[in-house]
């Protein structure tokens, strides 16, 4: 099993920044394709962006574009999620998630962290 801990969450003012980490263990992290995710209260799980097993390609919401990126360091198994500019449509439980494949679609993951809490205040 793979175990994902996301971290990071709080509270900022809109315009701020703010950098999510999400942890892996268990199984070797470049196996995976990894993705962040968010929810926001009656709302469906969307992609925020993803990336393929050797970071070399990456996938991103449009809403996010130009203002989140997804770094991650397979030596360290970690995935970061920077977050910049952020307004308070931002706001949402943000997860990570590993899954052998990659992509947009909530079912392309089979790993999932426990979600941590972005709030953006106007």
């Known amino acids: 099993q793979l175990q994902l801990v996301d971290s990071g969450g709080g509270l900022v003012q809109a315009g701020g920044s703010l950098r999510l980490s999400c942890a892996a263990s268990?199984?070797?992290?470049?196996?995976?394709?990894m993705g962040w995710f968010r929810q926001a209260p009656g709302k469906e799980r969307e992609l925020v962006g993803c990336?393929?097993?050797?970071?070399?390609?990456?996938l991103y919401a449009d809403s996010v574009k130009g203002r989140f990126t997804i770094p991650r360091d397979n030596a360290k198994n970690t995935m970061i999620l920077q977050m910049n500019s952020l307004k308070p449509d931002d706001a949402a439980v943000y997860y990570c998630?590993?899954?052998?494949?990659?992509?947009?679609?909530?079912?392309?993951?089979?790993?999932w962290g426990q979600g941590t809490q972005v709030t953006v205040s106007s």
């Open positions: 998630a590993a899954g052998t494949g990659w992509g947009a679609l909530v079912t392309a993951y089979n790993y």
């Open positions: 268990g199984r070797p992290f470049s196996r995976y394709g």
């Open positions: 990336i393929n097993r050797s970071g070399g390609n990456t």
